[in-house]
Structure formats: structure tokens, C-alpha cells
Nanobody
Framework: QLQLVESGGGLVLPGGSLRLSCTAS????????IGWFRQAPGKEREGVSC????????NYADSVKGRFTISRDNAKNTVYLQMNSLKPEDTAVYYC???????????????????WGQGTQVTVSS
């Protein structure tokens, strides 16, 4: 089964930063748009950011605009999510996934994503 692997989560103080990584060991991500989603306890999984296959198109949830930056390094088969100015409400399990179909643009329609990773916990707390 093809699956992504997330890493980089942890416990951070409010205002701090983390960089999450999303990689795949058994297939190349080059042709796919990749999305980052998060799920807090008792809440639905929500889209955070996504990036097209070339990296030329990105989208962000309103709640993270100006604080999070998504990028990709296709040579390393990795997509990153740089998270700055973290807030307690950013606490969640963060997942990455592969967007189905042509990857020239990206969106947050969860049902069109697959190969979900196991997630990485991000906790923002003093």
C-alpha cells in the first residue's frame, strides 16, 4: 500500500515554529499535488495548505495565511510545511495526502485525496 510519512511534529510554545515534512518511500511525488490537513480532537479534518505538482500553485486556509508556508523539493521527494507564529488553536494531528487527478492545481476536497500518512502531532502550549 502506497502511503506518505509525516514527521517534524512536537510540543512548541505559542509564537514558536515547526517544520513538518511529508515524504514517500515507494513512489515519486513529482506528478502529484500534495495537501496538508489537520484534525483536532472532536473536530473534522480540515485542509491547511496544498501545493501543485510543480510548486507553482499553493492554497492556504484563512486561519493560517501569513503564518504557514508550503513548499516542495521534488529532488528529495518531500513536501514541507513551515509553521510560524503558532497558536494553541493550531494544536492537532497533521496529515499529508496525495491529491487525485492532474496536479496542476490543488484544493481541499478530502474525498479526492488518498495515500494518507499516519499523521504527526503538533501541540502548541505554554
Amino acid at each position: 500500500q502506497l502511503q506518505l510519512v509525516e514527521s517534524g511534529g512536537g510540543l512548541v510554545l505559542p509564537g514558536g515554529s515547526l517544520r513538518l515534512s511529508c515524504t514517500a518511500s515507494r513512489f515519486t511525488l513529482d506528478y502529484y499535488a500534495i495537501g496538508w490537513f489537520r484534525q483536532a480532537p472532536g473536530k473534522e479534518r480540515e485542509g491547511v495548505s496544498c501545493i501543485s505538482s510543480s510548486g507553482g500553485a499553493t492554497n492556504y486556509a484563512d486561519s493560517v495565511k501569513g503564518r504557514f508556508t508550503i513548499s516542495r523539493d521534488n529532488a528529495k521527494n518531500t513536501v514541507y510545511l513551515q509553521m510560524n507564529s503558532l497558536k494553541p488553536e493550531d494544536t492537532a494531528v497533521y496529515y499529508c495526502a496525495v491529491q487525485g487527478g492532474y496536479g496542476s492545481n490543488c484544493h481541499f476536497r478530502k474525498t479526492e485525496y488518498g495515500s494518507w500518512g499516519q499523521g504527526t502531532q503538533v501541540t502548541v502550549s505554554s
